[in-house]
């Protein structure tokens, strides 16, 4: 099992960037993929970026050129670095895992989630 505690969200000017951050507990991590979705008020949560265990990532085709996922398996780390920030990308973020080669971007195929840290991007 492994625990997922994310962090670095907060209140963006449109155009900054963020930097989240998702530790994993545990001595497994780089048996895991990792995933980061996000969920707007109103709306379902959604695929946002994701990386294999090889570090091979995936990202939608809204955050593309914008967002990077990467992975940091010495401090069970997850990261996503979000530059160009526009105010549709305000969400709760949330990261998760997967014991499995390769990433998903379904969020049902996830074993295990973080509580989620608030991103909000002012226009």
């Known amino acids: 099992q492994v625990q997922l505690v994310e962090s670095g969200g907060g209140l963006v000017q449109a155009g900054g960037s963020l930097r989240l951050s998702c530790a994993a507990s545990g001595r497994t991590f780089n048996n895991y993929a990792m995933g980061w979705f996000r969920q707007a008020p109103g709306k379902e949560r959604e695929f946002v970026a994701a990386?294999?265990?090889?570090?091979?990532?995936s990202s939608a085709d809204s955050v593309k050129g914008r967002f990077t996922v990467s992975r940091d398996n010495a401090k069970n780390t997850v990261y996503l670095q979000m530059s160009s920030l526009k105010p549709e990308d305000t969400a709760v973020y949330y990261c998760a895992a997967k014991s499995d080669l390769y990433y998903y971007t379904q969020l049902e195929r996830y074993d295990y989630w973080g509580q989620g840290t608030q991103v909000t991007v002012s226009s």
């Open positions: 990386i294999s265990r090889a570090g091979v990532t």
